[in-house]
């Protein structure tokens, strides 16, 4: 309990004090389009690389990754509220260029060969990963890290705490359950997509993906 208080303390200390803007609180940056819909179909946006300001972010882990300014502020906040009860969520996978994505895609097909691939992994170019909005947690339980889909995909006790505080930080979980043929993914309780605060309350509240939401937004105008 101490050392993970002081983990807390510590990480606090570095991201609010060594990355929050000095002078003002953070504000829409009005450039990004943080409803900007990445999956199966969509591609990245030309020029999108250009419209984000990624920063950098460590996990208790000692790794680094780059996630946009805003999604990070958020994960900031999400990840105290989460600690607040108990759970410590923690950054596996954040930004990723195309470049990556096909590293990825490469060596997982070597691994676990091309169905599964398919399954879970986007096409470079296609992944959510790209926008800098996405993360993928690991969850830090009693010093051990749990990382591994399958395990995951087994804890959902852990994830409900997490899913609880994900609208109020403006964050969606992107490919829940039961929404397979519409986001294009199976489950990935680890797989979190910053959206902003007042659109993650809506679809929460009318439980709609990302591609529903967008599609109600459209009707409507
Ligand atoms: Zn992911």
Same mark, same amino acid.
């Given at each position: 309990?101490?050392? #993970?208080? /002081?983990?807390?303390?510590?990480?606090?200390?570095?991201?609010? %004090? %060594?990355?929050?803007? *000095? #002078?003002?609180?953070?504000? #829409?940056?009005?450039?990004?389009?943080?409803?900007?819909?990445?999956?199966?179909?969509? =591609?990245?946006?030309?020029?999108?690389?250009? &419209?984000? @300001? +990624?920063?950098?972010?460590?996990? /208790? $882990?000692?790794?680094?990754?780059?996630?946009? =300014?805003?999604?990070? *502020? !958020?994960?900031? @906040?999400?990840? &105290?509220?989460? +600690?607040?009860?108990?759970?410590?969520?923690?950054?596996?996978?954040?930004?990723?260029?195309?470049?990556?994505? &096909?590293?990825?895609?490469?060596?997982?097909? *070597?691994?676990? %060969?091309?169905?599964?691939?398919?399954? $879970?992994?986007?096409?470079?170019?296609?992944? @959510? !990963?790209?926008?800098?909005?996405?993360?993928?947690?690991?969850?830090?339980?009693?010093?051990?890290?749990?990382?591994?889909?399958?395990?995951?995909?087994?804890?959902?006790? &852990?994830?409900?705490?997490?899913?609880? @505080?994900?609208?109020?930080?403006?964050?969606?979980?992107?490919?829940?359950?039961?929404?397979?043929?519409?986001?294009?993914?199976? $489950?990935?309780?680890?797989?979190?997509?910053?959206? %902003? #605060?007042?659109?993650?309350?809506?679809?929460?509240?009318?439980?709609?993906?990302?591609? *529903?939401?967008?599609?109600?937004?459209?009707?409507?105008?």
């Amino acid at each position: 309990m101490i050392r #993970k208080l /002081i983990q807390a303390l510590l990480i606090g200390n570095i991201w609010l %004090g %060594g990355m929050m803007p *000095e #002078k003002e609180m953070p504000s #829409k940056d009005p450039a990004v389009d943080y409803l900007v819909l990445v999956n199966r179909t969509h =591609k990245l946006p030309d020029g999108w690389e250009e &419209q984000i @300001e +990624l920063v950098e972010a460590e996990n /208790i $882990y000692g790794e680094t990754f780059l996630l946009e =300014k805003e999604t990070f *502020e !958020h994960f900031v @906040e999400l990840r &105290q509220a989460v +600690l607040e009860k108990g759970l410590d969520i923690e950054l596996e996978s954040t930004y990723r260029t195309v470049e990556e994505q &096909q590293t990825i895609w490469d060596e997982w097909t *070597e691994l676990l %060969g091309k169905d599964y691939v398919e399954a $879970y992994v986007a096409v470079p170019g296609y992944s @959510e !990963h790209h926008t800098g909005l996405a993360i993928d947690v690991c969850l830090d339980i009693d010093g051990q890290r749990f990382n591994m889909n399958d395990q995951l995909l087994t804890m959902t006790e &852990q994830f409900e705490i997490m899913n609880e @505080e994900l609208a109020e930080n403006g964050f969606i979980l992107r490919f829940p359950k039961e929404k397979e043929e519409i986001t294009g993914y199976h $489950y990935e309780p680890w797989h979190i997509r910053y959206v %902003g #605060k007042e659109a993650a309350i809506e679809m929460d509240k009318q439980d709609l993906t990302l591609e *529903e939401y967008l599609d109600e937004v459209e009707e409507r105008d």
